[in-house]
């Protein structure tokens, strides 16, 4: 088990930007996929971005790409999304997500998620 915790979200014109972080406790993070996912009121969760666990390899949702990019360090034990050209849709609580230790399955679906962080809101005003 990792234990996960947020930071960074906030309000934010359209067209700013936001870094969100994730702080990992224990000593797998370097061995575990790592996610983005957000979840808007009245909606699901949905993906957002996930990251292997050297960080070569991402993954995106198309509603994002290009505009936000899934960072991590592994001595920091920390992940980043770095959100850039906000709009009022990407409006949603923002959730880290952990997978599996050694799996290699990057963590682009619900299911692959073993633990979650609580959440940072992220709001864009028009």
């Known amino acids: 088990q990792v234990q996960l915790v947020e930071s960074g979200g906030g309000l934010v014109q359209a067209g700013g930007s936001l870094r969100l972080s994730c702080a990992a406790s224990?000593?797998?993070?370097?061995?575990?996929?790592m996610g983005w996912f957000r979840q808007a009121p009245g909606k699901e969760r949905e993906f957002v971005a996930a990251?292997?666990?050297?960080?070569?390899?991402?993954s995106y949702a198309d509603s994002v790409k290009g505009r936000f990019t899934i960072s991590r360090d592994n001595a920091k034990n920390t992940v980043y999304l770095q959100m850039n050209s906000l709009k009022p849709e990407d409006t949603a609580v923002y959730y880290c997500?952990?997978?599996?230790?050694?799996?290699?399955?990057?963590?682009?679906?619900?299911?692959?998620?073993?633990?979650w962080g609580q959440g940072t809101q992220v709001t864009v005003s028009s």
């Open positions: 224990g000593r797998t993070f370097s061995s575990r996929t």
């Open positions: 990251i292997s666990w050297s960080g070569d390899t991402t």
């Open positions: 997500a952990a997978g599996r230790q050694f799996s290699i399955l990057l963590v682009t679906i619900i299911p692959l998620c073993e633990n």
